[in-house]
């Protein structure tokens, strides 16, 4: 199955499991789920996005590419993130301390 017939849920669960096992042997793969995840940012639901960007950040993939295109389509969203979303999305950025582009 090729990443572009991933849906954004699928790109979550793939990147989460990584993480959740600790497992970053292939920067390469997460460049890849990454650019495609990237493409279709506003796919992403809340839960999605913030499982999403916690997994990166908890292997160390911070590519600040991914943050910032990420920032715009969560922001739109931010009212219907509930508490455990809103945290990881928070914990996440800060990790990768992307600078805002306000």
């Known amino acids: 199955k090729s990443l572009d017939s991933f849906k954004p849920q699928e790109m979550s669960n793939t990147a989460w499991a990584y993480a959740t096992a600790r497992r970053f042997h292939s920067p390469r793969l997460f460049e890849k789920v ?32 991914l943050f910032s295109a990420f920032a715009q389509a969560i922001g739109s969203k931010l009212d219907e993130c509930n508490g455990q979303d809103l945290t990881n999305i928070a914990w996440a950025y800060s990790v990768a301390n992307v600078q805002s582009q306000d």
């Not at 495609?36 to 809340?46: S, V």
């Open 34 to 65: 990454s650019t495609e995840a990237t493409a279709r940012k506003h796919c992403f639901n809340e839960q999605a996005a913030a499982n999403f960007l916690w997994s990166c950040a908890t292997v160390g993939y911070t590519d600040e590419r």
